[in-house]
């Protein structure tokens, strides 16, 4: 059980990526007992959220199959169920529905359209912001007006969901997906008035390229992946003080320290039981 200290602090969702080429963690934790292990580890240094994921989105990703993603999350997910709450970090209707009949209690959404599956299955949602698709969405992406366009659309999917009985809806501004850094730095230096919208507010900016762009190595060169970890906690930082009630991060015990100290309240949803009591079927 957490501590009553833990409980007054934003949330921070550990990413679990059960696949060989996500952008920065690809191939660590593909086979399903070190994933397993992984998330063990999270939920030891502070995790309220396991997000598990078996579908790269980075910029040029190849789609996967939906048998092949449900084969790469399912096992993961029901051998941690009832461990700490699991969202699935997925597009397809059909690999969410396992997902929550394996015991996910969260869909995380990146192309906020899978509201229907939730108001099905009695689980939360997360709407995040895309322009695109991995292929295609850092092709010159352009916005009149990024924060509002961005807040605009995730209100209005947010509402779709409310209206079909989503009790838990997130929303989620996509950093780096179909933007430039001027675009992520524009929507992470708005969190507050997507607060304002009256929906809980998670934001990823975990070890992204817009990062390296903008903290470079001691040497001006765009800092790699494994260099990201300062800037990632300072912008987690940032938008949890802001009033995100939810970070998605690979740094699970930095993260957790950091929330510790911003300590804004934030409640921990409870998992709740899910309608979706067994793998879809076939062609679903
Ligand atoms: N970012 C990624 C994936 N899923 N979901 C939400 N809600 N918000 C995000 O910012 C977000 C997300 C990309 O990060 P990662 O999972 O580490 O990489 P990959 O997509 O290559 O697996």
Redesign the pocket.
């Known amino acids: 059980m957490p501590s009553p200290i833990e409980e007054d602090r934003p949330l921070v ?1 550990g ?1 679990l ?1 059960v ?1 060989p ?6 191939g660590e934790w593909f086979q399903s007992e070190r994933a397993i292990m992984r998330a063990h580890e999270m939920i030891a240094e502070g995790a309220d959220v396991v ?1 598990v ?1 078996g ?4 910029p040029g ?1 190849d789609p996967v199959p939906a048998d092949e993603e449900i084969r790469r999350v399912i096992p993961v997910i029901e051998a941690l169920a009832g461990q700490v709450r699991l969202s699935i ?1 997925t597009t397809k209707p059909v690999v969410a529905e396992a997902a929550v009949g394996a015991g996910a209690t969260l869909i ?3 192309s906020a359209a899978l509201w229907p599956v939730a108001a099905r299955c009695g689980a939360g949602w ?1 709407a ?1 912001h895309r322009s695109g698709t ?1 292929k295609s969405m850092q092709r010159d992406p352009h916005y009149d007006d990024v924060v509002a366009e961005v807040t605009a659309l995730l209100v209005d999917r947010a509402g779709q969901a409310a209206a079909a009985g989503v009790e838990e809806v ?1 929303i ?6 179909g933007k430039t850094v001027e675009h992520n730095l524009a929507l992470l230096g708005s969190v507050s008035d997507m607060v304002a919208t009256g929906y809980p507010v ?7 390229g817009f990062l390296g762009q903008v903290a470079r190595s001691a040497d001006g060169s765009v800092a790699p992946v494994a260099e990201r970890l300062p800037a990632s906690l300072a912008t987690a930082t940032w938008a949890m003080q802001e009033g995100a009630r939810m970070v ?1 991060v ?1 740094d699970v015990s930095a993260t957790v320290q950091a929330a510790l100290l911003v300590g804004r309240p934030g409640t921990v949803p409870a998992p709740r039981s899910n309608g979706c009591s067994g793998r879809p079927e076939a062609g679903e």
């Open positions: 969702m990413v990526n696949t080429d996500s952008f920065s963690d690809g997000d994921g579908e790269s989105t980075r990703a970090d995380n959404d990146v997360v995040m991995p997130w989620d501004p996509g950093i780096g997906f998670l934001v990823g900016t975990s070890r992204k998605r690979h």
